[in-house]
C-alpha cells in the first residue's frame, strides 16, 4: 500500500495561479508513471496530465501551455503547476501513482477558482 498526502488546493481567481503537489513515502521504492486527475461535480474523473518516471509528459487538451506536471523522485513527489487558470479547472484533484501493476489514489485536493 502507498499512503499519497496531497496539498496546494485552494480558491484562486481566474488567471491566477496554484500549484499543487502529492508525495509519496520516501521509503518507497518503485514508483513508476505519476499522473494528476481532476472531477467537477455532476462529470467523470479525467486525466489531467502525466508522467513518467524518465520525465516524459502528456497533457489533456484544456490545459496545455497552462499547466506543468513535474517530479521529484529523491522525494517521491509529484507537482501540478496551475497557471492561467479558468472556471472551468474547478475540481477536486487527485493524484495517483503506479508501482508494480497497483494504481494508488491520493486523497483529493479542492481547486476553486472564481471567474
Known amino acids: 500500500q502507498v499512503q499519497l498526502v496531497e496539498s496546494g488546493g485552494g480558491l484562486a481567481q481566474a488567471g491566477g495561479s496554484l500549484r499543487l503537489s502529492c508525495a509519496a513515502p520516501?521509503?518507497?521504492?518503485?514508483?513508476?508513471?505519476m499522473a494528476w486527475y481532476r472531477q467537477a461535480p455532476g462529470n467523470q474523473r479525467e486525466l489531467v496530465a502525466t508522467?513518467?518516471?524518465?520525465?516524459?509528459?502528456n497533457y489533456a487538451d484544456s490545459v496545455k501551455g497552462r499547466f506543468t506536471i513535474s517530479r521529484d523522485n529523491a522525494k517521491n513527489t509529484v507537482y501540478l503547476q496551475m497557471n492561467s487558470l479558468k472556471a472551468e479547472d474547478t475540481a477536486v484533484y487527485y493524484c495517483?501513482?503506479?508501482?508494480?501493476?497497483?494504481?494508488?489514489w491520493g486523497q483529493g485536493t479542492q481547486v476553486t477558482v472564481s471567474s
Open positions: 520516501v521509503s518507497i521504492f518503485g514508483i513508476n508513471a
Open positions: 508522467i513518467t518516471s524518465g520525465g516524459s509528459t
Open positions: 495517483a501513482v503506479t508501482r508494480g501493476l497497483s494504481l494508488y
